[in-house]
């Protein structure tokens, strides 16, 4: 434990709000932050777990949502995904040793304009095999780090028509001819460099391919899975910032002779959000404990995403009209939508675990429920 409050103390220490995600990213990797985070094998993963909650919760606690949320893909799901490909593929080993060292950047590129981001069979982007390589074409469409990464893993067709069998994932340097990067047209997630990205007859060597075709959608499965830990974890630790927040207020305003705090209907209210950050803090602790599988991952992601929506928007109204001052929490009850979408729509993955409802409802002695 004390270990672990070390590593949280350094991150938070080399994260410079002052600085963009790129240079954030930079000062963690020029500190080993990043190396640590994943210096233990796989057969230590609630190592890894108990580790990945000290950065993000670090993390949250120093920067602006957008820039935590940049790092945070980078460590819950561009990682875990190179690191899976990496043994099989020396070009992205050598790209994961600089993304590791903070030299580096790679945004992962899978939804698109006019296509809905949880069926990603409905991909157009395509990969055309030809004599001296690949060619590529599509576009995708809020792509985190799209500014800020030098490099791309963009999930494309490779056998249009093949469904799971047709898709693969593409290394693509974002400095190479024929690809376009603008701002995505929002106010929201300053930092966050979200961008959307147009391959337009892009031409690379045929070893840009990262994967065999038809592996590409398990490999994000696993990343996925990490994903939604990461935003589980962010999710406990911005549930508890707001709360704080709230609380403060409603310590100092002052109300019938006394403060808003001390009205019992007030601090009811309070309670009943406690009693839910208590419901994911209590998820999280298990996940450091004894860290789950992606099926139990799918249930964390839905359920944390409900519940830090809930409890925001609920700290909102106990803040009244202050939230919407600038910087005020209002805003941060409009990012917090983002947990409903970035790892898995929540809508999406309560559909899937419908379909998994026996395991799930399996009891420690596996009451066959």
Known sequence: MV???????????????????????????????????????PS????????????????????????????????????????SIAPNHPR????????????????????EPDVSGSDLLATRGTVRRTDDGIVLAGTK??????????????????LPGRGLLGMSWVLVPLDASGVVRTPSTTEWFAGGGLADIRLDGV????????????????????????????????????????LRGARDHLRGRASAGGVLWDNPVVRARFAALMAQWRGLDAMC??????PTGPRERMALKASSARAVTSIVAGCVDLVGGEAFRDGGMGRLAAEVGMFNLLGGATGALEALLASHEAQLLKGADNDPM
Do not use: K
């Open 3 to 41: 270990e672990e409050a070390s590593f949280g103390a350094r991150v938070a220490a080399a994260a410079d709000p002052a600085r963009d995600a790129r240079g954030v990213w930079e000062d963690l990797g020029a500190a080993g932050l990043i190396r640590e985070l994943f210096a233990r094998e």
């Open 44 to 83: 230590a993963p609630a190592d890894d777990a108990r580790r990945l909650d000290s950065l993000i919760t670090a993390l949250d606690s120093v920067l602006p949502t957008g820039t935590t949320m940049s790092v945070g893909v980078q460590v819950g799901a561009t990682i875990p995904l190179l690191r």
């Open 92 to 111: 992205v080993a050598r790209i994961l040793a600089d993304i590791l060292g903070g030299r580096t950047m790679v945004c992962v590129a899978t939804t």
């Open 141 to 158: 469409s809020w792509v985190s780090n799209g500014l800020h990464a030098d490099y791309a893993m963009v999930l494309l067709h490779d």
């Open 203 to 242: 031409a690379l060597a045929e070893d840009h391919l990262m994967s065999p075709r038809g592996r590409a959608l398990s490999q994000m499965a696993l990343a996925s899975s990490n994903e939604r830990l990461m935003m589980t974890f962010w999710a406990r630790s911005l549930s508890r910032r707001a």
């Open 285 to 290: 602790a298990g996940e450091r404990r004894a």
